[in-house]
């Protein structure tokens, strides 16, 4: 599952690479259409060279966040399975029920009144 999860990661920070890199040779286009002298069409081009190192750096940094948080899937998986936590939670006692079975069961009162009758306020 995380070899998917990575693989379609990388697969998106290649894409975003390419269009980053397609924009920059657009702009470069633009920029020398408008330069007047050679410097300014040098430097419109130096300018796409930065935009494109600068998009391959951030699909390489993107990848290696992927293949770590692929390793730390794994490494986490790995640890839950060694150290084996019961997944059983403890049993509690039902309480009794006292009434005749026709919707009226409450729990009983504890400790126990006279004839199984709850106590009566004075009002």
């Known amino acids: 599952m995380q070899s998917a999860k990575q693989k379609l990661s990388d697969l998106a920070s290649t894409a975003k690479k390419k269009m980053v890199i ?3 040779k657009a702009e470069e286009k633009a920029e020398k259409a408008r330069a007047r002298t050679k410097e300014e069409k040098e430097i419109a081009h130096e300018r796409r060279k930065a935009k494109e190192a600068e998009a391959k750096m951030d699909m ?3 990848k290696e966040a992927h293949a770590e948080e692929k390793l ?3 490494q986490s998986h790995y640890h839950v399975s060694q150290s084996h936590v ?4 403890p049993v509690t006692t039902p309480q009794p029920v006292v009434g ?3 919707g009226h069961n409450h729990p009983a009162a504890y400790p126990p009144t006279a004839m199984g009758h709850h106590h009566q306020h004075p009002y």
Do not use: E, F
């Not at 019961?86 to 939670?89: N, S």
């Open 86 to 89: 019961p997944h059983h939670t």
């Open 72 to 74: 730390m899937a794994k």
């Open 100 to 102: 005749h079975g026709y």
């Open 22 to 24: 397609c924009r920059a």
């Open 60 to 62: 390489h940094v993107a």
